[in-house]
């Protein structure tokens, strides 16, 4: 069993510098580098979570296909707070469609709605 635990955490050591930005940060002091590594090791655990939820209609889906549905939906709500008002429901679908699949490795799954 100790091998599995040793595997997992190579995994997450991975992940944290891959797509979380464990080796980009610069700071100087012990608590800095502390918080900047917890921050990234949270980041890993948080995205295995909703990596559950979001494989049930995505089973090919990576982090990177996450983070790519997250900030296209942020897009999608800044660009909201602009208009004057709120686009019909069936264009509203579309715009969120297209602009969470932006930067997306897989293809996307129809299943996948907004919230």
């Known amino acids: 069993m100790p091998d599995a635990r040793c595997s997992s955490r190579q995994f997450n050591f991975r992940d944290a510098k891959q797509f979380w930005g464990l080796e980009d940060f610069m700071n100087l002091s012990q608590t800095a580098v502390t918080n900047a590594a917890n921050l990234a090791f949270f980041m890993v655990n948080l995205s295995y979570l909703q990596l559950l939820d979001f494989r049930q209609h995505n089973p090919d889906s990576g982090i990177i296909d996450l983070k790519a549905y997250y900030r296209g939906f942020r897009y999608v709500r800044?660009?909201?707070?602009?208009?004057?008002?709120?686009?019909?429901p069936i264009l509203l679908t579309q715009i969120f469609a297209k602009l969470t699949a932006l930067g997306r490795i897989h293809p996307v799954s129809t299943g996948v709605e907004p919230s």
Request: charged residues 35%.
């Open 78 to 88: 800044e660009m909201l707070k602009m208009l004057p008002e709120i686009p019909e």
